[in-house]
């Protein structure tokens, strides 16, 4: 994605705008989402350094509601698109049809698709083929769609946020890690605690809420994009993250035995390229001048999840990839002194 350059006025203009609007956000976003910090802030990470999200949940926990009311406090143009097994790639991207023009001839006119919108909702992304989900591969790499041998730039901001249901298999198809790695982070949404239960069933079931109001617009989300890109980092946790994503691979010099027992595939050059674009986005969004450790370490979940793949024999020891990634953060130094 391209982003605009930004003049020091402007650039301090735009980390101030980030840091007074983390409060806003967070007070709009109340009004009709309950808990789920982290989820939100992973969230807000993604839009602010211009990625995008595979959101992971079961039924029934807001997935939808809270990603229409990001869309709402950022101004942005959205779209749902219903991920079903006989969805079709031009039902997303578009078609091109028959008409009449003026002059009475016939020609073949492109009519875009949902895809055509500032943030995308791929609902449950793994119920449609493997044809159907690599329609959505262009667009999230090249932010361009390609029909009938013509090209259609896509608006900007453009963003993709998936989600899909972890506990029903049947009548789904695994995304492919080609399309796995494109998405910034895997956010898992959970089940609230009971008394944040309590809450939005009260605050659900007693009329209606209060509207959302945008705070933004996608010309600010666009200079929040600039601004994030300029964040300082010293190359000491520029190669924190490094030496995170590539001790995920296995068979090579250096990686951890438990990797080597555990994992299959690692994680590819992305995701050091995420951990450090998100880390700086998060620096930001906590109104820190540069970029610590711990904003690494905090992404190593989210960024790594989906990109390292367990081997049989993680799975016969019942070893989760939330395991693999708390044990590769205890292992790897900060320092570099292993």
Not at 31 to 43: F, H
Not at 128 to 143: I, N, R, V, Y
Not at 263 to 281: E, P
Not at 291 to 309: C, E, G, N, W
Request: glycine share 6%; with cysteine; aromatic share 6%.
């Amino acid at each position: 994605m391209s982003t605009e350059t930004l003049s020091m006025e402007q650039e301090a203009e735009v980390v101030h705008q980030i840091r007074e609007g983390r409060d806003r956000i967070a007070a709009e976003l109340s009004k009709a989402i309950v808990g789920q910090n982290d989820v939100i802030e992973q969230l807000l990470i993604c839009l602010m350094a211009g990625g995008h999200c595979l959101i992971t949940g079961a039924p029934g926990l807001a997935k939808t509601l809270l990603v229409r009311s990001v869309a709402k406090i950022f101004h942005l143009n959205f779209q749902r698109i219903q991920f079903t097994p006989d969805l079709m790639p031009a039902d997303i991207t578009g078609t091109e049809i028959l008409e009449d023009a003026a002059d009475g001839h016939r020609r073949m006119t492109f009519v875009k698709g949902p895809i055509f919108a500032n943030v995308i909702l791929a609902d449950e992304i793994n119920r449609t083929p493997p044809k159907t989900q690599a329609a959505l591969l262009e667009a999230m790499q090249e932010h361009q769609v390609t029909a009938a041998g013509h090209r259609y730039e896509l608006d900007e901001p453009f963003f993709v946020l998936a989600t899909q249901n972890p506990i029903e298999m049947e009548g789904t198809y695994p995304l492919p890690e080609a399309q796995l790695d494109r998405f910034m982070f895997n956010v898992l949404i959970d089940y609230l605690p009971r008394d944040q239960e309590l809450a939005v069933v009260m605050q659900t079931t007693s009329g209606r809420s209060e509207p959302i109001e945008p705070l933004f617009t996608g010309e600010d989300v666009m200079r929040f994009h600039a601004a994030v890109r300029r964040v300082p980092i010293a190359e000491e946790v520029g190669a924190y993250a490094v030496r995170l994503a590539s001790s995920t691979r296995p068979e090579r010099e250096g990686t951890p035995d438990f990797i080597n027992h555990w994992v299959s595939w690692g994680a590819g050059l992305r995701a050091a390229q995420t951990l450090v674009l998100g880390a700086k986005a998060r620096a930001l969004l906590a109104g820190n001048a540069h970029v610590r450790h711990d904003d690494v370490r905090a992404l190593a979940h989210p960024a790594l999840r989906h990109r390292v793949l367990l081997s049989y024999k993680a799975e016969a020891e019942g070893v989760t990839i939330e395991d693999v990634i708390d044990q590769l953060l205890e292992t790897v130094s900060t320092t570099g002194n292993e």
